[in-house]
């Protein structure tokens, strides 16, 4: 079950609040669909990520996939372990194999989020 605490996008990603500042990583669901990631990636030619756009890439044995930012937001850290271990990311998506750390442009956007129960239905609704 996804964490009650975290805010949920409909591309798949998380928020975790920690004051002022946002952990971001993608759902169960996502990495369950990727299935094995060999190859994690954050595009670091920018500081600021933009609700809606690709903050980075995972590649699994079956697929490449963009991970959708779900807020905007200046990057303040990059998870440095999912390069070396990516498999991190299917072992614990919703703690060490996070993407970023980023300071909140806008907290309407992070309340505007989906709860657990509302990503839950959106999943239950979409039919998976």
């Given amino acids: ?11 798949h990603t998380w928020v975790k ?4 500042l946002a952990r971001i990583g993608i759902t169960d669901f996502a990495q369950k669909q990727l299935r094995d990631i060999v190859f994690a990636n954050v595009f670091d030619d920018s500081e600021m990520i933009t609700a809606g756009t690709a903050l980075g890439s995972l590649e699994s044995v ?9 807020i905007d937001g200046k990057i303040v850290e ?6 070396d271990n990516p498999e991190i990311i299917n072992q ?5 194999g996070y993407m970023v750390l980023v ?9 505007a989020l989906m709860s657990s129960a509302e990503y839950a239905a959106m999943l239950d609704q979409a039919g998976k």
Wanted: no cysteine.
């Fill in 62 to 70: 079956k697929s490449t996939s963009d991970v959708i930012a779900p």
């Fill in 92 to 96: 614990a998506p919703y703690s060490d």
């Fill in 1 to 11: 079950m996804d964490p009650q605490e975290y805010k949920y996008y409909r591309a």
């Fill in 78 to 83: 990059i998870n440095a372990k999912i390069f």
């Fill in 103 to 111: 300071e909140i442009k806008n907290m309407e956007q992070v309340e």
């Fill in 17 to 20: 609040v920690e004051g002022n």
